[in-house]
């Protein structure tokens, strides 16, 4: 049974500080793992998807990689602005199943 | 290109009542999956459906069921509402598990 955690659960940064976010799962035979945004009441908006046979993704000042051996994905920002403040969710399928398991997530607040 | 849609985006129901939630997937993609969301949680799977059936389901009781339709989109029915079904209900969409999902705003239920 996977199982998806996330740390810290909440983060605040000065502006243009560079910061991790760390997701860990139990279930290493994944077939990808999949990182989203998620502002306040709103729904989940899909940042970054990396594939099972891909250790890292990069879109803009995103970077995440992913380390199955070790049941682990980090996100890293670069340079945070006010506009990063918000909730982000790592997600990684169950094992033998279509049920994707969310971690609680990391809520993050830059300061200006 | 129309992201995943869903209505309504509010609503308040009673205690007892029956619901029902639209979910229209991105197009392209076939496959629908239903989230529960509760204030500070990560979302919780409720069931996939995938072909008009459902192929896979979490550990939700029967009186959350669902449908999909031939033209992919779907919708959530959810009897005798308690005051903890009360959530954020989030549909995502997907051409393929390995390809990641896309969710939609989500629709904000409030159990009274």
């Known amino acids: 049974k996977q199982e998806v955690t996330q740390i810290p659960a909440a983060l605040s940064v000065p502006e243009g500080e560079n910061l991790v976010l760390n997701c860990s799962f139990t279930?290493?035979?994944?077939?990808?793992l999949q990182w989203f945004r998620q502002d306040p009441g709103k729904g989940l908006t899909s940042l970054l998807l990396?594939?099972?046979?891909?250790r890292e993704q990069t879109s803009g000042r995103l970077n995440a990689s992913l380390d199955k051996s070790s049941g682990r994905s980090t996100l890293y920002i670069a340079a945070s602005q006010p506009g990063d403040s918000a909730t982000y969710l790592c997600?990684?399928?169950?094992?033998?199943?279509?049920?994707?398991?969310f971690g609680a997530g990391t809520r993050l607040f830059v300061k200006a | 290109d129309a992201g995943v849609t869903q209505s309504p985006t509010h609503l308040i129901k009673t205690r007892g009542q029956q619901v029902t939630l639209r979910c229209s997937p991105k197009?392209?993609?076939?496959?629908v999956s239903w989230y529960q969301q509760a204030l500070g949680q990560g979302p919780q799977f409720i069931f996939q459906?995938?072909?008009?059936?459902?192929?896979q389901r979490g550990n939700f009781p029967d009186r959350f069921s669902g449908h999909q339709f031939p033209n992919y989109s779907s919708e959530l029915n959810v009897n005798a509402l308690l005051l903890g079904d009360s959530a954020l209900y989030l549909c995502?969409?997907?051409?393929?598990?390995?390809?990641?999902?896309?969710f939609g705003s989500g629709t904000r239920l409030t159990v009274v």
């Open positions: 995502a969409s997907s051409p393929g598990s390995v390809y990641g999902y896309t």
């Open positions: 459906y995938y072909e008009e059936e459902e192929r």
């Open positions: 990396i594939q099972s046979s891909q």
């Open positions: 997600a990684a399928p169950n094992t033998g199943g279509f049920k994707t398991i």
């Open positions: 197009s392209g993609h076939d496959t």
């Open positions: 279930d290493s035979a994944i077939y990808n």
